[in-house]
C-alpha cells in the first residue's frame, strides 16, 4: 500500500484498528472463559458488546470514505494476544490467573487507546468530524474499560497478596 496523503495513513491506521478489533472479538470469550473472579468475567462479557460497536464504527467511517476495512493486519495487537494466550497456558492459581488476565488487556487497552488516538488526529486535521465523533467515542469507551479494569485489579491484586 502506497501512503502519500494524510488520508491515506488514516485509512491504513483504520485498516489497523480493524483487524486489532476483529483479534480482540476473538480472543475476549477466551479471556471470559479463564477468568475466575466475578467482575472481570463480566467487564470481559461487556467488552465483546464494545467492541462489536466499535467494528462497525469503523465499518462506517469506511462507508463514508467509499473503503473497505480489510487489507492490513494488524501485527502489534496479534503479538499482544499472543502474549496473553501464553500466559492463559501457564499453570497457576485462577487469582493470580486473573490477575495476568487484567495484565494482559490493559496492554491491550493501552495500544488501543494509543491507536484510536492517532486516527482521531488524522481525522480532525482532515476535517471529517463525524469520523471524529465515532473515533472519540471509541476512544472514551477504551478509556473507561482501562479505568475499570484497574479497579478489578486492585481487588485482585489485593486478593493474590493476601494469599500469597
Same mark, same amino acid.
Given at each position: 500500500? @502506497?501512503? =502519500?496523503?494524510?488520508? &491515506?495513513?488514516?485509512?491504513? *491506521?483504520? $485498516? &489497523?484498528?480493524? @483487524?486489532?478489533? $476483529? %483479534?480482540?472479538?476473538?480472543? /475476549?470469550?477466551?479471556?471470559? $472463559?479463564?477468568?475466575?473472579?466475578?467482575?472481570?468475567?463480566?467487564?470481559? %462479557? $461487556?467488552?465483546?458488546?464494545?467492541?462489536?460497536?466499535?467494528? %462497525?464504527?469503523?465499518?462506517?467511517?469506511?462507508?463514508?470514505?467509499?473503503?473497505?476495512?480489510?487489507?492490513?493486519?494488524?501485527? #502489534?495487537? *496479534? !503479538?499482544?494476544?499472543?502474549? !496473553?494466550?501464553?500466559?492463559?497456558?501457564?499453570?497457576?492459581?485462577?487469582?493470580?490467573?486473573?490477575?495476568?488476565?487484567? #495484565?494482559?488487556?490493559? +496492554?491491550?487497552?493501552?495500544?488501543?487507546?494509543?491507536?484510536? #488516538?492517532?486516527? +482521531?488526529?488524522?481525522?480532525?486535521?482532515? #476535517?471529517? &468530524?463525524?469520523?471524529?465523533?465515532?473515533? %472519540? =467515542?471509541?476512544? &472514551? *469507551? *477504551? @478509556? =473507561?474499560?482501562? =479505568?475499570? /479494569?484497574?479497579?478489578?485489579?486492585?481487588?485482585?491484586?489485593?486478593?493474590?497478596?493476601?494469599?500469597?
Amino acid at each position: 500500500m @502506497s501512503l =502519500e496523503s494524510m488520508e &491515506d495513513l488514516l485509512v491504513h *491506521e483504520l $485498516k &489497523d484498528l480493524y @483487524s486489532a478489533e $476483529k %483479534q480482540i472479538l476473538k480472543a /475476549l470469550p477466551k479471556m471470559a $472463559k479463564k477468568a475466575s473472579h466475578p467482575d472481570l468475567k463480566q467487564a470481559f %462479557q $461487556k467488552h465483546i458488546d464494545q467492541t462489536e460497536n466499535q467494528v %462497525q464504527r469503523i465499518e462506517t467511517i469506511f462507508e463514508s470514505l467509499n473503503g473497505k476495512p480489510r487489507g492490513v493486519k494488524c501485527v #502489534g495487537m *496479534e !503479538g499482544l494476544i499472543e502474549e !496473553g494466550r501464553e500466559m492463559m497456558e501457564e499453570s497457576m492459581p485462577d487469582y493470580l490467573l486473573d490477575a495476568a488476565l487484567i #495484565g494482559a488487556a490493559q +496492554r491491550v487497552e493501552h495500544y488501543e487507546i494509543a491507536a484510536y #488516538g492517532t486516527a +482521531r488526529s488524522f481525522a480532525e486535521k482532515l #476535517g471529517l &468530524d463525524e469520523a471524529v465523533r465515532l473515533l %472519540q =467515542e471509541t476512544l &472514551d *469507551e *477504551e @478509556s =473507561e474499560t482501562d =479505568e475499570l /479494569l484497574t479497579s478489578i485489579a486492585q481487588r485482585v491484586n489485593s486478593q493474590a497478596k493476601a494469599e500469597a
